[in-house]
Each structure stands twice: as C-alpha cells, then as structure tokens.
Nanobody, 122 residues
Framework: QVQLVESGGGSVQAGGSLRLSCAASARTYNNNPMGWFRQTPGKERQFVAITWTGDYTDYGDSVKGRFTISRDNAKNTIYLQMNSLKPEDTAVYYC????????????????WGQGTQVTVSS
C-alpha cells in the first residue's frame, strides 16, 4: 500500500523557516523519485522540489536558494527545509511519489500525501 504522511506545516512570519517531512512506506520510497508541490485556492499544483536516485535534486525557480530537499533512506522520509519564507510561499504543500513520465508535472503523480498548510505572514 502506498502511504505518504506529511508533517511540519504551520504559521510563520516572513523571513522565518519551517521544515516539512514526508514519511513513506518502504515500497513507495525505494529508488523512486519523490517531490514536493504546493497549491493555493483556484490554482494548479506547482512544482517546488524533487529528489531522485543518486541524490539528484531540482527546484522550482521561485524557491531556488531558499528551499532544500533531502532524504533519509534509513527512515524512508524526505524533507523540505524552507528558509527565508515569503508571504507568497503560503500554500498547502503536498508530498508526491512515483511519477510516470515528466517528474516536474503534478498530473504525472498518482501518489499523494494529505497535504500540510504553510502560512507566511508579512
């Protein structure tokens, strides 16, 4: 069974930091690309960051230099360290796994976590 469980969201002032976690089942985590997306009301899910085999990573332009994705293979968990947060980072953040095709596009993911709210106030 595919399971993704996010945690770590919350409210913070601009300039602050938060760390999101996404714990996956072993089958979901093993050698699979995993990513973070975010969504605001009325908009499509936006690519935030991704990590895949070989510890490769990539980031959306709006978060480069501020966010860091990492993975702990012993815990089947990925993280998103978010620094220098801005009000425009406010969104529901989702963890996703096992894309088919283009890893940067949310429609190509079938497995999603429940989402965690991040609110950044000015």
């Amino acid at each position: 069974q595919v399971q993704l469980v996010e945690s770590g969201g919350g409210s913070v002032q601009a300039g602050g930091s938060l760390r999101l976690s996404c714990a996956a089942s072993a089958r979901t985590y093993n050698n699979n690309p995993m990513g973070w997306f975010r969504q605001t009301p009325g908009k499509e899910r936006q690519f935030v960051a991704i990590t895949w085999t070989g510890d490769y990573t990539d980031y959306g332009d709006s978060v480069k230099g501020r966010f860091t994705i990492s993975r702990d293979n012993a815990k089947n968990t990925i993280y998103l360290q978010m620094n220098s947060l801005k009000p425009e980072d406010t969104a529901v953040y989702y963890c996703a796994a096992r894309p088919v095709g283009n890893m940067w596009r949310s429609p190509n993911y079938s497995y999603w976590g429940q989402g965690t709210q991040v609110t950044v106030s000015s």
